[in-house]
C-alpha cells in the first residue's frame, strides 16, 4: 500500500523483501518414512491385488475370527435366523403336502383318527415357531411331532443336526476372539525410546519391556531385527530387508524371567548393523529396529507375541535407563510412573567401530565427565557457601538494626542523667 502511494520507492521494498528471504532459509523437512512396525505392535501392510480370494473361504473359522466384532455378530445372528426360515418353510411344505393346513381337517381331527404330521402347525408362522422350538430345543408342549410322516421326522434329524454344527462354528469363534493372543499382549509394555549407551566398556543398545500382569509369561523370549531398505552388489533392490541381531542374555536358552521389568540390552559388536553409526549418523539412517517379545500364557497355555519398532528419531545417544524396583518393606515394588525415564550420561559420540580401533576414547570421555562433574560439584558448593555467607550477612545487619541507641535525658536542674534501655 505504500509503494502504490509514493511514499516508500518500490525498489525499497523489493530489496528488503529479498533481504529478509535471505536471512529466513526455508528449511524443508525430511519425509518421514512408514514404519513397518507401529508401536502398538500393528503391522503397516496393506495386501492389494488378491485374485484367489478363494483361499480365504477354504480356511473359513480362520476367516471369521479374523473378521471384526461387529461383522461377526451379523454373521452368528443372520446364520441363526436363515437356518429357522429355511426349515420353517421346510415345515410349512412337509405340512401343506400331508393336508395339515386344509380348514377341513380342523373339524373332521376330533371325529375321525385322522393324525397331522406335525399338531397344531396351520400357518407360516407357527412353522416357524415350531422350527425355532425344534433347534434351540425349547419345546413349549403345544406343538410336537407325530409318527404319521417319516419325512417330517428325517426333517427333524437333519434340522438338529444344522443347527448342533451352528453353535458349534459360532460359539468357537467367539470364544477364540475374546481368547485371542493379542489381548494378553496389551499389557506387555515397552519403552517409548531406545538407548544407546556404555555397558562393561562396549557399546550397547536398550531398551525396556515390563508386564503389568501378575500372571507371568512363560518361556519369555526377546528377537530383535533391523528392517531396511538395502541394494545388493547385482543391483537388486530389497525395500524391507530384515536382519536378526544378537540380544545379550547370561542365560543359554535365551529365555527371560519376565517377573518385574527388564532392560533388554544389545551389544554392537562386529555382527551388529549398527556397528558403523556413529550419534551424528544416526538421525540420517534410514532404519527400523523390531522388538518381538513371544510366550506362552501362564493361565491359558496360549502362545502370545507382543511387537513394537523404534526408528532413529526414538534411539536416545548417551542416555541410560533409570532403576525402577526398589525394596520396600521386604517386597520389591515397581514404579511404573519411571518406566520410561531416562538420565544423560557419559558417552562416546564415534561409532562402536572407532571404539574398538581406539578404546582411549572411552578413557577420555569418562575423564572429560569426571571433570565435567567434579566442577559441576565445584559451582554447587561454591553457590552453596556464598549463599550461606548472604544469609549469615543478613542476619547480622537484621540484629543490628534492632539495638536500641542509649539517650541522655536533660533535667530541669540542668543535670543530665543517661539511662539504656
Not at 428325517?154 to 434340522?159: A, G, M, N, R, S
Amino acid at each position: 500500500m505504500l509503494a502504490r502511494k509514493s511514499i516508500i520507492p518500490e525498489e525499497y521494498v523489493l530489496a528488503r523483501i529479498a533481504a529478509e528471504n535471505l536471512r529466513k532459509p526455508r528449511i524443508r523437512d525430511r519425509p518421514r518414512k512408514a514404519r513397518f512396525i507401529a508401536k502398538n505392535g500393528a503391522c503397516n501392510l496393506a495386501h492389494k491385488n488378491i485374485r484367489e480370494q478363494g483361499r480365504f473361504l477354504q480356511d473359513i473359522f480362520t476367516t471369521l475370527v479374523d473378521l471384526k466384532w461387529r461383522h461377526t455378530l451379523v454373521i452368528f445372528t443372520m446364520s441363526f435366523l436363515c437356518s429357522w426360515l429355511l426349515f420353517a418353510m421346510m415345515w410349512w411344505l412337509v405340512a401343506f403336502a400331508h393336508g395339515d393346513m386344509d380348514p377341513s381337517t380342523e373339524n373332521t381331527l376330533n371325529s375321525t383318527k385322522w393324525t397331522p404330521c406335525v399338531t397344531c402347525v396351520r400357518s407360516f408362522t407357527s412353522a416357524f415357531l415350531f422350527s425355532i422350538e425344534v433347534q434351540v430345543t425349547i419345546g413349549f408342549g403345544g406343538r410336537m411331532m407325530t409318527e404319521e410322516c417319516p419325512l417330517a421326522i428325517t426333517v427333524l434329524i437333519l434340522q438338529n443336526i444344522v443347527g448342533l454344527i451352528i453353535n458349534a462354528v459360532m460359539l468357537g469363534c467367539i470364544f477364540m476372539k475374546t481368547a485371542q493372543a493379542h489381548r494378553r499382549a496389551e499389557t506387555l509394555i515397552f519403552s517409548r525410546q531406545a538407548v544407546i549407551a556404555v555397558r562393561n566398556g562396549k557399546l550397547c543398545f536398550m531398551f525396556r519391556v515390563g508386564d503389568l500382569r501378575k500372571s507371568m509369561i512363560i518361556s519369555a523370549s526377546v528377537r530383535i531385527q533391523v528392517v531396511r531398505k538395502t541394494t545388493t552388489p547385482e543391483g537388486e533392490v530389497i525395500p524391507i530387508h530384515q536382519v536378526d541381531i544378537p540380544v545379550d542374555n547370561p542365560i543359554e536358552s535365551n529365555n527371560i524371567f519376565l517377573v518385574a521389568p527388564l532392560i533388554i540390552c544389545h551389544i554392537i559388536d562386529k555382527r551388529s548393523p549398527l556397528y558403523d553409526i556413529s550419534a551424528s549418523d544416526l538421525a540420517l539412517q534410514d532404519l527400523e529396529l523390531i522388538v518381538i517379545l513371544e510366550g506362552v500364557v501362564e493361565t491359558t497355555g496360549i502362545t502370545t507375541q507382543a511387537r513394537t519398532s523404534y526408528v532413529a528419531e526414538e534411539i536416545l545417544w548417551g542416555h541410560r535407563f533409570v532403576p525402577i524396583v526398589t525394596e520396600e518393606e521386604g517386597v520389591y515394588a515397581v514404579d511404573y510412573s519411571k518406566f520410561g525415564n531416562t538420565v544423560k550420561v557419559a558417552a562416546p559420540r564415534c561409532s562402536a567401530r572407532e571404539l574398538d580401533e581406539k578404546p582411549s576414547i572411552l578413557i577420555q570421555t569418562l575423564q572429560k565427565s569426571e571433570l565435567s562433574h567434579q566442577n559441576s560439584l565445584r559451582k554447587r558448593n561454591s553457590m552453596r557457601r556464598n549463599n550461606s555467607i548472604r544469609r549469615s550477612n543478613s542476619m547480622r545487619r537484621t540484629n543490628s538494626s534492632l539495638i536500641v541507641p542509649k539517650v541522655q535525658f536533660i533535667t530541669p536542674e540542668g543535670s543530665q542523667s543517661a539511662s539504656e534501655t
